[in-house]
């Protein structure tokens, strides 16, 4: 690394921008983030943050911002398709206690707003409307030139452009390729007011609901707990789509009442006020989002030269663990703190960072793919078990104290900060 040194980070989404944040604060690296998009945008929906990753927003100052625009509602309430409830429990209660932070479900637009505002304050430049087309790589440095004909070099290139990499295709690793993992997505974001107050009040959380075709969820969104996010997770064939960049969003009214009219067939049975309350979202839903859900295999190169990457870009796996955000907040934390040294070689720089971050996310990445078995489609009978399961296991670890021991918690009470470099 030279004096006065620079890195070029492409992707502003929550891993760029936080990428920017993070290397501002610790270190003396002077950074650009590049975003293919012309203006700030995302996917849409919302995302849940655990405990491992408000600590590291707390870290880089935007925690109290973010809360404010999120809901911190910590329950995760099952319910039957009957409409009694199975269970319910603090599923950060022992993490929090711990670390101090609970749970947060915020919209992507309003948690990259956030980050966008605090690399604005902090004088960090973001370019918008910037296609990456090549990377040239050598010892004196990284040029990258995007679609418009300009160009930039630096001293690194951070690639946190998500699953669609242009960094790892372009440059990286251009043989890998996505897996479907036989899972998609279809979700939207509702006005609270579509259901009544009643129901509103007993929303204390992630309310869930299994069904023989897969998960139908639903959570606030916002601080004020006036919209709603919900999501329904199912097996379905490989979409005709394939890996799209971002999915697709359905506005056209006959394709968002097919997706209406699947999801209450499936919801046909389900009794009671919440059920009630569920068909009454998803009839009131005038935009769908669906995703086909993609990870990135195991195992596959992180760094090459001068570039490395960080977040989706690198190890991209499904979201049913609640943590994206944060092993991107992760990944990024960890590498500011390498590259703090200066003495250190770039080389081994990204060689310490995969070696502290693969046993991590391998098991980040199997929590997720295991809980993602859960979503898929089962028999009626099979249903009928599951819940009998899920409540004697919950009353059970009630009855034993094993969620005041922290099962299933441990990995949310985890540290970046204190691995060992």
Same mark, same amino acid.
């Given at each position: 690394m030279l004096s006065n040194p620079? &890195?070029?980070?492409i992707g502003a989404g929550p891993a760029g921008l936080a990428a920017a944040l993070r290397l501002h604060q610790q270190t003396d690296i002077k950074c650009t983030v590049y975003e293919l998009r012309p203006e700030p945008t995302t996917l849409g929906g919302a995302v849940g943050i655990l405990p491992n990753g408000l600590r590291l927003l707390h870290r880089l100052g935007v925690y109290d911002a973010a809360v404010a625009r999120g809901y911190s509602g910590r329950n995760l309430t099952l319910h039957s398709v009957q409409g009694h409830v199975i269970g319910s429990m603090d599923h950060v209660g022992w993490a929090r206690e711990r670390t101090g932070f609970g749970y947060l479900r915020i919209k992507r637009a309003a948690l990259q707003d956030v980050l966008l505002q605090a690399t604005t304050k902090a004088g960090i430049p973001v370019r918008f409307g910037k296609r990456l087309t090549t990377i040239d790589d050598s010892v004196d440095g990284v040029k990258v030139t995007f679609? #418009?004909?300009?160009? #930039?070099?630096? #001293?690194?290139?951070?690639?946190?452009?998500?699953?669609?990499?242009?960094?790892?295709?372009?440059?990286? #690793?251009? %043989?890998? %390729?996505?897996?479907?993992?036989?899972?998609?997505?279809? !979700?939207?974001?509702?006005?609270?007011?579509?259901?009544? &107050?009643?129901?509103?009040?007993?929303?204390?959380?992630?309310?869930?609901?299994?069904?023989?075709?897969? !998960?139908?969820?639903?959570?606030?969104?916002?601080?004020? @707990?006036?919209?709603?996010?919900?999501?329904?997770?199912?097996?379905?064939?490989?979409?005709?789509?394939?890996?799209?960049?971002?999915?697709?969003?359905?506005?056209?009214?006959?394709?968002?009442?097919?997706? +209406? %009219? !699947?999801?209450?067939?499936?919801? @046909?049975? %389900?009794?009671?006020?919440?059920?009630?309350?569920? @068909? +009454? $979202?998803?009839?009131?839903?005038? $935009?769908?989002?669906f995703y086909p859900i993609y990870r990135l295999p195991l195992g596959k190169a992180w760094s090459k030269g001068r570039c490395v990457l960080a977040g989706d870009a690198a190890h991209a796996m499904s979201p049913h663990a609640g943590q994206g955000v944060s092993m991107a907040l992760e990944d990024v934390f960890l590498l500011s703190r390498l590259l703090e040294d200066r003495t250190r070689p770039l080389g081994e720089v990204f060689e310490k960072y995969d070696a502290i971050r693969r046993p991590r996310v391998n098991e980040i990445f199997k929590m997720a793919a295991d809980n993602g078995e859960m979503r898929k489609r089962i028999t009626p009978w099979r249903l009928w078990f599951r819940e009998i399961t899920i409540t004697l296991g919950m009353n059970m670890s009630w009855a034993l104290g094993l969620d005041k021991k922290g099962m299933r918690q441990g990995h949310l009470t985890y540290d970046i900060d204190e691995a060992e470099l």
């Amino acid at each position: 690394m030279l004096s006065n040194p620079q &890195a070029i980070i492409i992707g502003a989404g929550p891993a760029g921008l936080a990428a920017a944040l993070r290397l501002h604060q610790q270190t003396d690296i002077k950074c650009t983030v590049y975003e293919l998009r012309p203006e700030p945008t995302t996917l849409g929906g919302a995302v849940g943050i655990l405990p491992n990753g408000l600590r590291l927003l707390h870290r880089l100052g935007v925690y109290d911002a973010a809360v404010a625009r999120g809901y911190s509602g910590r329950n995760l309430t099952l319910h039957s398709v009957q409409g009694h409830v199975i269970g319910s429990m603090d599923h950060v209660g022992w993490a929090r206690e711990r670390t101090g932070f609970g749970y947060l479900r915020i919209k992507r637009a309003a948690l990259q707003d956030v980050l966008l505002q605090a690399t604005t304050k902090a004088g960090i430049p973001v370019r918008f409307g910037k296609r990456l087309t090549t990377i040239d790589d050598s010892v004196d440095g990284v040029k990258v030139t995007f679609s #418009d004909g300009s160009v #930039d070099s630096a #001293d690194l290139l951070i690639g946190c452009d998500g699953i669609h990499s242009n960094v790892r295709r372009s440059y990286i #690793d251009p %043989t890998q %390729t996505s897996e479907y993992s036989g899972l998609s997505g279809i !979700m939207s974001i509702v006005p609270a007011e579509v259901v009544s &107050a009643e129901v509103m009040d007993q929303i204390s959380g992630l309310e869930a609901t299994f069904t023989e075709e897969g !998960m139908l969820a639903m959570n606030p969104c916002t601080a004020s @707990k006036d919209e709603l996010f919900w999501f329904f997770t199912k097996e379905v064939p490989l979409p005709e789509s394939g890996d799209s960049r971002d999915g697709w969003e359905v506005h056209g009214k006959e394709e968002v009442e097919g997706f +209406k %009219t !699947m999801i209450l067939g499936v919801l @046909k049975n %389900t009794e009671g006020e919440w059920g009630n309350a569920l @068909k +009454k $979202v998803i009839s009131n839903t005038s $935009v769908v989002k669906f995703y086909p859900i993609y990870r990135l295999p195991l195992g596959k190169a992180w760094s090459k030269g001068r570039c490395v990457l960080a977040g989706d870009a690198a190890h991209a796996m499904s979201p049913h663990a609640g943590q994206g955000v944060s092993m991107a907040l992760e990944d990024v934390f960890l590498l500011s703190r390498l590259l703090e040294d200066r003495t250190r070689p770039l080389g081994e720089v990204f060689e310490k960072y995969d070696a502290i971050r693969r046993p991590r996310v391998n098991e980040i990445f199997k929590m997720a793919a295991d809980n993602g078995e859960m979503r898929k489609r089962i028999t009626p009978w099979r249903l009928w078990f599951r819940e009998i399961t899920i409540t004697l296991g919950m009353n059970m670890s009630w009855a034993l104290g094993l969620d005041k021991k922290g099962m299933r918690q441990g990995h949310l009470t985890y540290d970046i900060d204190e691995a060992e470099l």
